[in-house]
């Protein structure tokens, strides 16, 4: 989070990229000052960045629904928050759909319903730290004399792990995950890190904001020389009720998808992992367990 906002007035809403700069300058010794005075599950003043979780209702957390259940205005991040979510928890707020404007609109309408008292909530999905352009919202905000934070939200990678029934992490098949997108609107071709991740074998890579380019994101693994064999899974609206699950390999997910017709709204996972097939069992509940370790200082996944 930046710096807390100004005592004084609070400064007009400048140029958006003003206050980003402006808050990097204040974070002294790297960090905002109030990282040590908060725990991610402290209620706190302001205005809530909430995950709202993939789309059940149920995967809400208890934080997050407490502060819906108080609000008078939510701003939500339309079609990608459940319909589900928000008559169950939002009914009683008014609600805004953010999709379509910019921050030169949207922070100052959350500013001055927060300024005439009014509850505010900007509600994102999954969890507003992956692809939720939401600190920028927050610096605007915080420049423009208004407090926000961060309540944290289950991200769609997890939901969709837990609907294919696996890890992203397994042993013996992955060790790392990683989170990325593919080359688009805002990433230019050489920021594509795609073939890389997979290349590297033991990854679970897990695409976001790629359901449109599917097809072409697989040409281009089979392009730089990935085995077309490589499993991957698509999850269409994970824990929503018209969730669909597609499985398939980097040679023939892309003719899949396209004929199921999904254009947004999909978790693409690519590695053996996805599959939940081929792993071993863990020294955790193995070796360790039984004493083969002398090395008390290591972490486990008991103590993660
Ligand atoms: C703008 S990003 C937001 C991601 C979000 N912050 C999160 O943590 O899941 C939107 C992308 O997230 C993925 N996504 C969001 N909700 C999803 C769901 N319920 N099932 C599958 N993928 C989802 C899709 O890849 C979609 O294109």
Redesign the pocket.
């Known amino acids: 989070m930046s710096p807390s906002p100004p005592d004084d007035a609070a400064a007009p809403l400048d140029d958006p990229q003003d206050a980003i700069d402006a808050a990097g300058d204040g974070k002294g010794d790297g960090l905002d000052p109030r990282v040590r005075e908060h725990t991610a599950g402290d209620a706190q003043t302001g205005i809530p960045f909430i995950?709202a979780g993939?789309?059940d209702p149920g995967l809400l957390t208890l934080r997050g629904k407490a502060l819906v259940d108080d609000a008078d205005l939510v701003v939500h991040a339309g079609s990608?928050v459940s319909s589900d979510l928000l008559e169950e928890h939002c009914a009683h707020a008014e609600l805004v759909n953010s999709v379509g404007k910019d921050l030169e609109e949207l922070v100052p309408l959350m500013k001055d319903a927060h300024e005439d008292g009014r509850t505010v909530v900007r509600l994102?999905?999954?969890?507003?730290a992956?692809?939720?352009a939401a600190l920028e919202q927050i610096d605007a905000l915080e420049r423009a004399g208004v407090p926000a934070y961060f309540v944290p939200g289950v991200?769609?990678?997890f939901?969709?792990a837990a609907t294919l029934r696996t890890q992203l992490t397994l042993n013996g098949v992955a060790d790392h995950v990683a989170f990325t997108r593919p080359q688009g609107r805002t990433l230019d071709p050489e920021d594509d890190h795609i073939a890389e991740f997979v290349e590297m074998g033991d990854v679970t890579t897990c695409i976001?904001?790629?359901?449109h380019a599917v097809a072409e994101t697989m040409d281009r693994l089979l392009d730089d020389g990935v085995d077309p064999d490589t499993p991957v899974a698509v999850?269409?609206?994970?824990?929503?009720p018209d969730e669909d699950v597609l499985v398939g390999t980097v040679a023939d997910i892309g003719g899949k998808l396209d004929e199921a017709g999904y254009r947004?709204?999909?978790?693409v996972l690519i590695g053996e992992a996805a599959t939940g097939a081929g792993y071993e069992r863990s020294y955790l509940y193995g070796d360790w367990a039984n004493g083969g370790s002398d090395d008390s200082t290591a972490e486990t996944e008991a103590d993660d």
Do not use: C, E, I, R
């Open positions: 995950g993939p789309g990608l994102h999905s999954g969890d507003p992956v692809y939720g991200t769609s990678a939901a969709s976001y904001l790629g359901t999850v269409y609206h994970a824990s929503w947004a709204s999909a978790m």
